[in-house]
């Protein structure tokens, strides 16, 4: 079975800035950066692809793996914990 592809901001598509912020929505995983630098309502800052490629280097990445529906979670830099909490309704 293929990887399903995730939303990813730009600055980590690019490598630029760690992921720090993921979510899972209606099935779907998003990876962030965290910073407030971006648009989520405009396709300029985002991109598709597989997540694997960001866990290579940052095994804290697992997170992924247990993410639950409607959940997010962030950290302030890698290395720190994981904080998990519920996606805030938009």
């Known amino acids: 079975m293929a990887?399903?592809?995730?939303?990813?901001?730009?600055?980590?598509?690019r490598f630029e800035?760690?992921?720090l912020l993921v979510s899972k929505s209606d099935g779907?995983?998003?990876?962030?950066c965290g910073h407030?630098?971006?648009d989520p309502d405009?396709?300029?800052?985002?991109?598709l692809a597989h997540p694997s490629h960001f866990a290579v280097n940052d095994p804290a990445m697992g997170i992924l793996r247990v993410l639950r529906?409607?959940?997010?979670?962030?950290?302030n830099?890698?290395?720190?914990?994981w904080v998990r909490r519920p996606t805030?309704?938009?």
Do not use: K
């Not at 529906?69 to 950290?75: D, F, I, L, P, T």
């Open 3 to 13: 990887e399903q592809l995730s939303v990813v901001c730009t600055h980590v598509l």
């Open 17 to 19: 800035r760690p992921v």
């Open 28 to 32: 779907e995983l998003a990876l962030a």
């Open 36 to 38: 407030g630098d971006h």
């Open 42 to 47: 405009t396709i300029d800052d985002w991109a």
């Open 69 to 75: 529906e409607g959940e997010e979670a962030q950290r």
């Open 77 to 81: 830099r890698v290395g720190a914990p």
């Open 88 to 90: 805030p309704v938009t």
